[in-house]
């Protein structure tokens, strides 16, 4: 069953995502420079990841409830990732010409690889020994969800579902504790559990915890299970940005605008606005695509659009890569997905046909 104001919540993610990057991340680069860079919203638009991050954290319980092994749930889960991100990075790398302004530099051949498996950039420089980079700054935020995937579903279908919130909120206080020690006590294992909390991205897995709490309220409506998302999301918020006032106050408010959505009607009803709804249609994609495409948009403008004030220029720029996304969303990611599962299909029957042979 698809809950609609989940989808607005993701629309409010990849606008805050959008404003972030068009009017603050790169603030040195646009016309309008600093101008609106200190705008809360633009400022900590870079939040909209962690909502993003709960989100998942409550719909992937919700798959691994609908799901009967570990093998399905990660095939399920790459098959809704891959499709997207192949006809994304095909038409970023194809587009560089057109977008030669990008921050990120020209890519090379090899920079595909890391989107394309989910696999960081440096652990691919490690196996092949030459330095990758992602196509796109945006990706790193995949790489932590595909950790997660493989961690929620090990736990899930290993320990048992009671174990899900507790191990990912372990791995997260495992984190702020490795990473708080770190620089001051010199003890091996405080070595070793930052080393493991950093290379598989346990920051974040508050956030995490927190979505797949909210989803156990939202499925027996247990008060208890809402208090504690509700506290690992204020959590995660006080060390969402190493202690910092300006960044936990902006994710204590993303924290409640989630837990807010699950009690409200009025705020299901606000989020499931049409422009929120599109949003969250396109928002993978949308992410995917945006970055060095819009600021590369932006830097042109100022020759085409002079009559037009500096701050409307990357809502010109948005509109097209939306359009570029709802092309994405509702029709060649569908094709490519059903080709994959087409190809998965056809590669399972001759072994099914030896096996039956063979009795």
């Not at 989808?7 to 101008?35: C, K, M, N, Q």
């Not at 200190?38 to 989100?55: A, C, H, N, T």
């Not at 791995?171 to 294992?189: E, G, K, L, N, T």
């Not at 087409?342 to 039956?356: D, E, F, N, Q, T």
Request: aromatic share 18%; charged share 15%; hydrophobic share 50%.
């Amino acid at each position: 069953m698809r809950i609609n104001y989940l989808d607005g919540l993701r629309g409010v993610a990849i606008i805050l995502v959008l404003f972030f990057h068009a009017y603050s991340r790169w603030s040195s680069l646009v016309p309008y420079g600093e101008t609106y860079a200190m705008f809360p919203v633009f400022k900590l638009g870079w939040l909209g990841v962690q909502l993003f991050f709960m989100i998942s954290g409550f719909v992937i319980f919700m798959t691994l409830e609908k799901t009967a092994s570990l093998q399905r749930f990660l095939y399920k889960r790459w098959l809704r990732l891959f499709p997207a991100m192949l006809i994304a990075s095909i038409l970023i790398f194809l587009t560089v010409p057109i977008f030669s302004e990008r921050p990120a530099g020209e890519p090379q051949l090899l920079d595909l690889l890391p989107g394309l498996t989910f696999m960081e950039p440096r652990w691919w420089s490690r196996i092949l020994g030459t330095e990758l980079a992602s196509l796109e700054g945006a990706f790193w935020s995949l790489y932590v969800e595909f950790k997660f995937y493989l961690i929620a579903g090990t736990i899930y279908f290993t320990c048992g579902r009671r174990y899900l919130v507790p191990a990912l909120f372990l791995m997260f206080a495992c984190s702020a504790f490795a990473s708080r020690s770190y620089p001051v006590v010199d003890i091996w294992f405080i070595d070793v559990a930052y080393e493991i909390s950093t290379q598989l991205s346990f920051k974040y897995f508050g956030w995490f915890a927190a979505g797949a709490a909210f989803y156990l309220y939202h499925q027996c409506k247990l008060e208890r299970w809402f208090i504690l998302a509700l506290g690992i999301a204020f959590l995660s918020s006080i060390f969402v940005r190493d202690l910092s006032l300006g960044p936990a106050i902006g994710a204590l408010v993303i924290s409640s605008l989630f837990a807010l959505s699950l009690k409200s009607p009025l705020i299901q009803n606000l989020l499931q606005s049409r422009v929120l709804l599109f949003f969250g249609l396109i928002s993978y994609p949308l992410y995917l695509l945006h970055e060095n495409s819009m600021i590369s948009m932006v830097m042109k403008m100022p020759v085409t659009f002079s009559w037009l004030p500096s701050f409307f220029y990357p809502f010109i720029s948005i509109s097209i890569l939306s359009g570029a996304s709802y092309l994405i969303a509702n029709n060649y990611e569908v094709l490519v997905r059903k080709r994959i599962e087409a190809a998965c299909l056809k590669l399972s029957k001759p072994g099914k046909a030896s096996r039956s042979t063979s009795r």
